[in-house]
């Protein structure tokens, strides 16, 4: 069965970085999409941004361009998030999300634990 | 592209019908889903397409609409229900969520 399984908690001081991963299980790694979701405590859902496995080739929402990176290692099916100049509103827990489709536009089937990223001095 | 969802929460009882709606400030095609999510918990897919059921879920779940305008209908509300959802478009970048809606227990 597909699973998606994410890096532990973060605790990080503003101005750090910080760089979340997602193992993929059950499934061919290379053939779906792998979404980037955070939540802000009691807040709502915020894409981040998407990479392609195959390619590399990635999409970010303009709001994290320069700040955020994606990428992957197809030779241990693993993703990775990695979000720099942290500030305290980074506080969230992030969350990769596999396309349902082999196409971008399916929406997350699956998804990972999530991940809590605390940004504190 | 912004997705208003209303209401923002709501209390109703075991076996009522429930009715959530989302509406794109612009046409997004049927790129939409639709979510459930349960405090601690990740996302769960219910509807993809605007009207697709995921596999899995269950048929009391429906969607519909197209364009601007979706809803997200529960036909007979179970406890396991009472949740959060989320409608997502994913017609332009970035693939916006909406504000969410809470199904409380009256």
């Known amino acids: 069965q597909v699973q998606l399984v994410q890096s532990g908690a973060e605790v990080k001081k503003p101005g750090a970085s910080v760089k979340v991963s997602c193992k993929a299980s059950g499934y061919t790694f290379t053939g779906y999409y792998m979404h980037w979701v955070r939540q802000a405590p009691g807040q709502g859902l915020e894409w981040m941004g998407w990479?392609?496995?195959?390619?590399?080739?990635?999409n970010y929402a303009q709001k994290f361009q320069g700040r955020v990176t994606m990428t992957r290692d197809t030779s241990i099916s693993t993703a990775y998030m990695e979000l720099s100049r942290l500030r305290s509103d980074d506080t969230a827990v992030y969350y990769c999300?596999?396309?349902?489709?082999?196409?971008?536009?399916?929406?997350?089937?699956?998804w990972g634990q999530g991940t809590l990223v605390t940004v504190s001095s | 592209i912004q997705l208003t969802q209303s209401p923002s929460s709501l209390s109703a009882s075991v076996g009522d019908r429930v009715t959530i709606t989302c509406r794109a400030s612009?046409?997004?095609?049927?790129?939409l889903a639709w979510y459930q999510q349960k405090p601690g918990k990740a996302p769960k897919l219910l509807i993809y397409?605007?009207?697709t059921l995921q596999s899995g879920v269950p048929s009391r779940f429906s969607g519909s609409g197209s364009g601007t305008d979706f809803t997200l209908t529960i036909s007979s509300l179970q406890p396991e229900d009472f949740a959060t959802y989320y409608c997502q478009q994913l017609n332009s970048y970035p693939f916006t969520f909406g504000g969410g809606t809470k199904v409380e227990i009256k």
């Open positions: 612009q046409g997004i095609s049927s790129y």
């Open positions: 990479i392609n496995p195959n390619s590399g080739g990635t």
């Open positions: 397409a605007a009207s």
């Open positions: 999300a596999r396309d349902r489709a082999e196409v971008v536009r399916g929406g997350g089937s699956h």
